[in-house]
């Protein structure tokens, strides 16, 4: 490594050691140090801003297409306006605009690409963890095209899954287009996706986090930097287009107290439980139609059957139903609207969306979730009106919390709920639902409606974030001490008599070999020693085959890990810093592992340092 190579992966401006050990560091291998954010970083930070301005122009297209699809279907006319479906006068006749728009997406899942059917997001997350997010150029086009008619010709999905989709597959094409690696392939897919979101409901913060718990799957500056540009450029375009009012309009909230708040809790488990029958039937539909003796590409037009026929019975099912959102958290409805719309929407979303049509998860979920808990709170206050449960608040809750047990965004849900409504009040009421159904997720369900599909493909999707346990360790503390140093003049046959007789550290795999002076040479290997073709008359020395690769005291073992895998060796002699030809330890793979005990320890053995009941009994 170049003195400039070292210099720029310091984490501070300047030389990380003295120049006099420029020659020193050039005769041997040393780890980078790992660094939070490099010149790599403002580069996909560029583009990134600019994949959030195209994503956002997209979701607005994307609208603008769903609506000339209504109003060609449902209305006969030509526009872009927005109608709702539900205000339809076609009658009996509605039944066959959802199939005939099933018939499309078939046809082009069929002879277009297969990628286009289901949510979306989990198509995505299969990409970044096998494919190295490399997601087709096709689908960028083909995803947006087959939402826009699955959706207008009344599919009951909302626009954001198909418009988080088709951003991250726009941020994954650019990512192959350029050159980037897998990592900054990954960063702008989710930077696409975060785009979409954000570009959908003005909600930037949740678009971020969205993308880390469901994309990302790390909390790294070098990737979530980038991401929370785009989101925030996406988010300002959505202001120049739509304005800064919230997403969902709903009245100013009273602060709820004492057995109100315990309350909304009861109500976030109890739409945990929900969540899990709803992710559970989702997958039962889909199971049934796999065992259909009919080819897929007929399954879309089939389970919009049941669109059809329950949009004719409750016309409010169709479309999107983003105002349906809204009269739920306006607490316009009746106990009564609520649990038909909330019952029938869930029938006809997991019908269709079991078929493979192209729908995404997001807006039903939150239909399905704002209905049952504003029905749960209104149940509740009739019940036991000295309670102080709000309608509107539940049906908050019950939103979000329909959504945490069912994708296990946490913070990504509440966040969203507050964002696209602009209540604050409503905060402290969101977090403790959407705690209980997280919780109820976890308990009963293995996987979530984002990852049971790629999970039955075999594919190992990440549950938990947790810090890099290796990250957190010096090599200097795990290496192995003292160190057995063979001497560069030293003949082999003295070295084979050593290692025969079992002398002590003699056992080990690899030595490090060094001169008169005890400088560092170089590493040899127990197979190199005992190399039958090498006559014991030759020096140890001689048998050296390439500088030594080595890692300073206060490297981490990351840091040295990640060093043994790029020099394809299984031990780093340990230096000091200020002499990094003196030898102070040897690191090993078993080094490595070894580590990993205090790790499993501080999660496996329970502690009791402070003795209550000692202390209690303790006389005066």
Request: with cysteine.
């Amino acid at each position: 490594m170049s003195n400039h190579e070292v210099e720029r992966a310091s984490t501070t401006e300047g030389l990380p050691v003295s120049p006099s050990l420029g020659p020193a560091l050039e005769a041997a291998d040393i780890p980078a140090q790992s660094t939070l954010v490099d010149k790599r970083v403002l580069i996909i930070c560029g583009i990134s801003v600019l994949l959030a301005i195209a994503a956002a122009f997209i979701a607005q297209g994307l609208m603008c297409l769903i609506n000339l699809v209504t109003n060609i279907s449902f209305f006969g006319r030509f526009s872009v306006l927005y109608a709702p479906p539900a205000e339809n006068h076609l009658g009996f006749w509605v039944i066959f605009i959802p199939i005939i728009g099933g018939v499309i997406v078939g046809l082009m899942a069929r002879y277009g690409s297969r990628a286009i059917r289901g949510h979306g997001i989990p198509e995505a997350m299969e990409q970044v963890l096998l494919n190295r997010s490399r997601i087709p150029a096709r689908i960028t086009l083909l995803k947006p095209l087959s939402a826009a008619v699955a959706i207008g010709t009344g599919g009951p999905f909302g626009a954001e899954g198909p418009i988080i989709a088709t951003g991250g597959a726009l941020g994954s094409l650019l990512g192959q287009v350029l050159r980037t690696t897998a990592a900054e392939r990954k960063t702008l897919l989710a930077a696409g996706a975060a785009a979409g979101m954000a570009a959908t409901f003005g909600s930037p913060v949740s678009a971020v986090l969205l993308a880390v718990e469901l994309l990302l799957f790390e909390l790294r500056p070098r990737s979530v930097i980038p991401v929370a540009f785009a989101s925030a450029t996406a988010t300002g375009v959505r202001i120049a287009f739509a304005g800064p009012s919230p997403a969902f309009s709903m009245p100013n909230l009273l602060q709820p107290h004492g057995a109100a708040l315990a309350s909304y809790v009861v109500l976030g488990a109890l739409i945990g439980i929900v969540s899990v029958l709803v992710t559970r039937a989702v997958y039962a539909v889909e199971d049934a139609f796999e065992h259909l003796p009919v080819h897929w590409m007929w399954w879309p037009a089939m389970g919009s059957i049941a669109v059809g026929v329950v949009g004719y019975f409750a016309p409010r099912t169709l479309g999107v139903g983003y105002d349906n959102i809204d009269h739920i958290l306006s607490g316009d409805f009746t106990l009564q609207a609520m649990l038909v719309l909330c019952s029938l929407k869930f029938l006809s979303w997991c019908v269709s969306l079991g078929s493979g049509t192209s729908g995404g998860t997001l807006a039903p979920l939150f239909t399905i979730g704002g209905g049952l808990g504003g029905a749960l709170a209104a149940g509740a206050l009739a019940v036991a009106p000295h309670l102080g449960i709000d309608v509107r608040i539940g049906a908050l809750v019950g939103m979000a919390a329909m959504f945490t047990g069912a994708s296990r965004a946490l913070l990504a849900s509440v966040i969203f709920a507050f964002e696209t409504t602009r209540q604050p009040l409503g905060l402290l009421p969101l977090l403790g639902g959407c705690s209980a159904a997280f919780l109820i997720s976890c308990l009963f369900m293995r996987n979530t409606i984002m990852t049971e599909k790629i999970v039955r493909r075999g594919v190992r999707v990440p549950g938990e974030y947790a810090a890099d346990f290796l990250d957190q360790i010096q090599a200097g503390t795990a290496a192995s001490r003292p160190v057995v140093s063979l001497p560069s003049g030293e003949l082999l046959e003295a070295v084979r008599s050593r290692i025969a007789a079992r002398a002590p550290g003699y056992a080990h795999q690899g030595f490090p070999v060094v001169d008169g002076d005890g400088q560092l040479e170089g590493v040899i290997t127990r197979r190199d020693l005992l190399d039958p073709e090498q006559p014991g008359s030759r020096r140890v020395g001689e048998l050296l085959r390439r500088p030594a690769a080595v890692a300073y005291e206060d490297s981490t073992l990351r840091e040295a890990a990640d060093h043994m895998v790029r020099e394809g060796v299984g031990r780093l002699p340990v230096v000091a810093r200020d002499e990094p030809r003196k030898v102070v330890g040897m690191l090993t793979r078993s080094d490595l592992l070894s580590a990993h005990r205090q790790r499993l320890e501080e999660s496996d053995l329970a502690e009791q340092h402070l003795d209550v009941g000692a202390r209690l009994r303790r006389k005066p």
